[in-house]
Nanobody, 121 residues
Protein backbone atom coordinates (compact mmCIF):
# COMPACT_ATOMS: atom_id res chain seq x y z
CA UNK A 1 0.00 0.00 0.00
CA UNK A 2 0.98 3.63 -0.39
CA UNK A 3 2.26 5.39 2.71
CA UNK A 4 2.60 9.14 3.02
CA UNK A 5 4.94 10.84 5.46
CA UNK A 6 4.40 14.47 6.39
CA UNK A 7 6.76 16.97 7.94
CA UNK A 8 6.91 20.66 8.74
CA UNK A 9 4.07 21.32 11.15
CA UNK A 10 4.47 23.31 14.34
CA UNK A 11 3.74 26.54 16.16
CA UNK A 12 3.94 29.84 14.31
CA UNK A 13 2.93 33.39 15.12
CA UNK A 14 0.10 35.07 13.22
CA UNK A 15 1.39 36.49 9.96
CA UNK A 16 4.26 34.05 9.81
CA UNK A 17 5.11 31.36 7.26
CA UNK A 18 5.25 27.62 7.51
CA UNK A 19 5.99 24.92 4.96
CA UNK A 20 4.55 21.43 4.95
CA UNK A 21 6.04 18.59 2.96
CA UNK A 22 4.79 15.12 2.14
CA UNK A 23 6.52 12.19 0.50
CA UNK A 24 5.51 8.69 -0.45
CA UNK A 25 7.61 5.95 1.13
CA UNK A 26 7.31 3.82 -1.98
CA UNK A 27 6.51 4.33 -5.64
CA UNK A 28 2.87 3.79 -6.53
CA UNK A 29 2.07 2.79 -10.07
CA UNK A 30 0.23 6.05 -10.74
CA UNK A 31 -0.84 9.18 -8.85
CA UNK A 32 -3.52 11.61 -9.91
CA UNK A 33 -4.08 14.50 -7.54
CA UNK A 34 -2.12 15.16 -4.37
CA UNK A 35 -2.81 17.74 -1.76
CA UNK A 36 -3.74 18.72 1.75
CA UNK A 37 -6.87 18.54 3.82
CA UNK A 38 -7.20 20.09 7.24
CA UNK A 39 -9.39 19.39 10.23
CA UNK A 40 -10.24 21.09 13.49
CA UNK A 41 -12.01 19.43 16.43
CA UNK A 42 -15.72 19.01 15.85
CA UNK A 43 -15.52 19.90 12.16
CA UNK A 44 -15.34 17.90 8.98
CA UNK A 45 -12.09 17.55 7.16
CA UNK A 46 -11.89 20.21 4.44
CA UNK A 47 -9.75 20.54 1.37
CA UNK A 48 -7.08 23.21 1.74
CA UNK A 49 -5.23 22.75 -1.54
CA UNK A 50 -4.74 20.17 -4.27
CA UNK A 51 -2.64 19.79 -7.39
CA UNK A 52 -2.99 17.45 -10.34
CA UNK A 53 -0.25 15.73 -12.31
CA UNK A 54 -0.29 18.50 -14.93
CA UNK A 55 0.01 21.21 -12.26
CA UNK A 56 -3.59 22.37 -12.09
CA UNK A 57 -4.24 23.69 -8.60
CA UNK A 58 -7.32 24.09 -6.46
CA UNK A 59 -7.48 26.10 -3.24
CA UNK A 60 -10.06 26.68 -0.57
CA UNK A 61 -11.32 30.26 -0.76
CA UNK A 62 -10.02 30.89 2.74
CA UNK A 63 -6.40 30.20 1.74
CA UNK A 64 -6.24 31.68 -1.77
CA UNK A 65 -3.45 34.18 -2.11
CA UNK A 66 -1.72 32.92 1.03
CA UNK A 67 -1.02 29.23 0.39
CA UNK A 68 0.90 27.78 -2.53
CA UNK A 69 0.94 24.08 -3.36
CA UNK A 70 3.69 22.49 -5.42
CA UNK A 71 4.57 19.00 -6.51
CA UNK A 72 7.50 16.99 -7.78
CA UNK A 73 6.08 14.24 -9.97
CA UNK A 74 9.42 12.47 -10.31
CA UNK A 75 9.81 12.18 -6.55
CA UNK A 76 6.11 11.81 -5.68
CA UNK A 77 6.27 14.65 -3.21
CA UNK A 78 3.93 17.55 -2.51
CA UNK A 79 4.54 20.71 -0.49
CA UNK A 80 2.37 23.46 0.89
CA UNK A 81 3.88 26.88 1.48
CA UNK A 82 1.67 28.75 3.90
CA UNK A 83 2.17 32.50 4.30
CA UNK A 84 0.35 35.17 6.27
CA UNK A 85 -0.98 32.52 8.60
CA UNK A 86 -4.02 33.28 10.71
CA UNK A 87 -5.24 31.71 13.95
CA UNK A 88 -8.12 30.18 12.00
CA UNK A 89 -5.58 28.18 9.98
CA UNK A 90 -4.88 26.17 13.13
CA UNK A 91 -5.70 22.55 12.34
CA UNK A 92 -4.31 19.12 11.74
CA UNK A 93 -3.17 19.00 8.14
CA UNK A 94 -3.40 15.72 6.27
CA UNK A 95 -1.54 14.98 3.09
CA UNK A 96 -3.33 12.79 0.57
CA UNK A 97 -2.65 11.13 -2.74
CA UNK A 98 -5.24 9.81 -5.17
CA UNK A 99 -3.17 6.87 -6.31
CA UNK A 100 -3.15 3.46 -7.93
CA UNK A 101 -0.95 1.20 -5.84
CA UNK A 102 -0.13 -1.21 -8.66
CA UNK A 103 -1.37 -2.24 -12.07
CA UNK A 104 -4.91 -3.61 -11.79
CA UNK A 105 -5.70 -1.82 -8.53
CA UNK A 106 -8.24 0.96 -8.38
CA UNK A 107 -7.39 4.54 -7.62
CA UNK A 108 -8.12 5.43 -4.03
CA UNK A 109 -7.15 8.08 -1.52
CA UNK A 110 -4.16 7.41 0.68
CA UNK A 111 -3.57 9.57 3.74
CA UNK A 112 -0.69 10.73 5.85
CA UNK A 113 -0.81 10.58 9.63
CA UNK A 114 -1.49 14.30 9.98
CA UNK A 115 0.65 17.15 11.24
CA UNK A 116 -0.45 19.84 13.69
CA UNK A 117 -0.26 23.47 12.65
CA UNK A 118 -0.91 25.99 15.41
CA UNK A 119 -1.05 29.70 14.70
CA UNK A 120 -0.88 31.64 17.93
CA UNK A 121 0.96 34.49 19.58
Amino acid sequence: QVQLVESGGGLVQPGGPLRLSCATTDSPFSINAMGWYRQTPGKQRELAAAITTDGTTNYADSVKGRFTISRDNAKNTVSLQMNSLKPEDTAVYYCYADAMFAMGYRYRYYWGQGTQVTVSS
